[in-house]
């Protein structure tokens, strides 16, 4: 059996399967823990391209776009925070038990009120000589009320009244630890969403993570970058779900479909193949450690105007539409929305750096 069918034949309605420990654990047992992580602490060593792959064909089986959320967010923490900026000592200790579903990770820089704006970031670490002791709280996280293990972005300097922030390892079982109650999301309902806080949580020093003062720049910054490729796998399954039942539909009710119908059926599948290159490009981009902002803004330019298209043609033939198609759609459509404002800051950004650009020349 493959391992797609493997994962998702333990479950009935795995299309409204909440992400859990035990869904974790099964996700590893079947193969898909620690892709990207070379093999010397027990990962796959596969490219960020494979794990795009993987993921749209995982998302057209399991249908599920929180459930992909979730494990997407993990195998960022596994790879990214702690395969590339754990030391030695970090890695033997965590990566092992991340692999093998014993632990899943979160990553905690959002806060109440100001999201992950650096400049309202009050989150804060006091470093002395034995210890850490750190006060604040973080929410919005993906895994949060059930993840083990947290990488936590926190106040440890301020420069010339700018702020700089360090990454440190925190557990659950650590004094001064405290998880929020969960969120409830009108989206991606089955990625369970959270918070913690840190009451004068106290941490070992040898819990720092990658360099002091660098992990907004070094961590954060190329993690949000990172996110939104990696995603691209599920966005693409998700994508494809919708047009193989709207299809199935048609012809289950031997639904007769006009020149512009026809026509917009094409444009789906037209977008979607589009989008799939796009997709591949941009994680081989990640491989090859290359920024792919311009990839990334029009992937999801692409995934925008599918989704118009789609409802519009929903729109026109409601009783094609079925609960299951309208849940998936409502977190596609959801997941566009939420980044549309930080999309079109990135837009205007480069047309500023285009001018710019051109009046020197």
Known sequence: MNPYKQFTSQYTNIERLIFSKAVHKHLSKCGFSGWMLSKEFGGQAKTAQELIHASELLMTHCQNFGLMLSWIVHEIVTWWFIGHFGNEIQKKEYLPKMISGDMLGAIAISEPGVGAHPKHLKTHARISEKNICMNGEKTYLTNGPIADLFVVIAMTHVEKAKKQYSAFIVTNNMLGFEYTNPLDFS????????????????????????????????????????????????????????????????????????????LTIGNLQTIISSSRVIAEKAGQRLDQKRQSIDLLLGFRQWAEHYQTCYTRLIDQLPSLETDQIKFLTHDLCSIGRVASKIMQKKQIDIGKNIIHLSSIK
């Not at 490729?229 to 479909?257: A, F, K, R």
Request: overall charge negative; proline content about 4%.
């Open 187 to 262: 989206f991606v309902q089955t990625s369970p969403h959270g918070g913690i806080i840190l009451n004068k949580c106290m941490i070992s020093k040898t819990n720092l993570l990658g360099e002091i003062n660098t992990a907004y720049d070094f961590m954060v910054k190329p993690f949000r970058e990172i996110e939104d490729t990696l995603m691209m796998g599920p966005i693409l399954g998700g994508m494809q779900c919708q047009l193989d039942y709207l299809v199935h539909e048609i012809n289950q009710q031997n639904c007769s479909l006009n020149h512009e119908q026809l």
